[in-house]
Antibody, heavy 121, light 110 residues
Framework: QVQLQESGPGLVKPSETLSLTCTVS????????WSWIRQPPGKGLEWIGY???????SYNPSLKSRVSISVDTSKNQFSLKLSSVTAADTAVYYC?????????????????WGQGTLVTV | QSALTQPASVSGSPGQSITISCTGT?????????VSWYQQHPGKAPKLMIY???NRPSGVSNHFSGSKSGNTASLTISGLQAEDEADYYC??????????FGGGTKLTVL
């Protein structure tokens, strides 16, 4: 059973950089796409971006200028950096795996999620 | 990219059926069958309930079903149960290789 666990500071000062790591256990980080998703208190889900195990990335256009997601296959981890944070970046941050469709070729849905970690700015 | 549009809330009595709509555009729902639905109970992580428009992951009850027509996807829950009370989110892949979520729908079981 694949498990994901977020880790990082729960408090970040305005204008600084938020840094979180997601550790994957029960399976290899290779082959799949891995994503960060956040949820401000009392609000809905917002997709932040994803990284493929090869290192290719895609980001939410509204956050693209401040976001960087990277992968470390040797540690079975991927990481999020969000720069120049403000109070609006206060949220529960989730990491998630993106599974593949029946052809095994196209990423299709967030099938495994971490428990989430609250980051307050 | 704009969030997909969902009703803020829906309600139903135990045993009834409800449908939650999720409206996007030709750049997301209308272009792909990679529409998924997530259930989120308070304080918990979202759980995948439907993927590829209408498929259920192993372990998800068959009283959850999904469909799509044009730019709108729908989640139907038949035979409502108390434990179905939760927030539900739709999601879709987009033509610019990103993902987008709906604003969420709060389901109340009366």
């Amino acid at each position: 059973q694949v498990q994901l666990q977020e880790s990082g500071p729960g408090l970040v000062k305005p204008s600084e950089t938020l840094s979180l790591t997601c550790t994957v256990s029960g399976g290899s980080i290779s082959t799949y796409f891995w994503s960060w998703i956040r949820q401000p208190p009392g609000k809905g889900l917002e997709w932040i971006g994803y990284v493929h195990y090869s290192g290719s990335t895609s980001y939410n256009p509204s956050l693209k200028s401040r976001v960087s997601i990277s992968v470390d296959t040797s540690k079975n981890q991927f990481s999020l950096k969000l720069s120049s944070v403000t109070a609006a970046d206060t949220a529960v941050y989730y990491c998630a795996r993106i599974g593949y469709d029946s052809s095994g070729s196209y990423p299709n849905a967030f099938d495994y999620w971490g428990q989430g970690t609250l980051v307050t700015v | 990219q704009s969030a997909l549009t969902q009703p803020a809330s829906v309600s139903g009595s135990p045993g009834q059926s409800i449908t939650i709509s999720c409206t996007g555009t030709s750049s997301d729902i209308g272009s792909y069958n990679y529409v998924s639905w997530y259930q989120q109970h308070p304080g918990k992580a979202p759980k995948l309930m439907i993927y590829d428009v209408s498929n259920r992951p192993s372990g998800v009850s068959n009283h959850f079903s999904g469909s799509k027509s044009g730019n709108t996807a729908s989640l139907t829950i038949s035979g409502l149960q108390a434990e179905d009370e939760a927030d539900y989110y739709c999601s879709s892949y987009t033509t610019i290789s990103t993902w987008v979520f709906g604003g969420g729908t709060k389901l109340t079981v009366l």
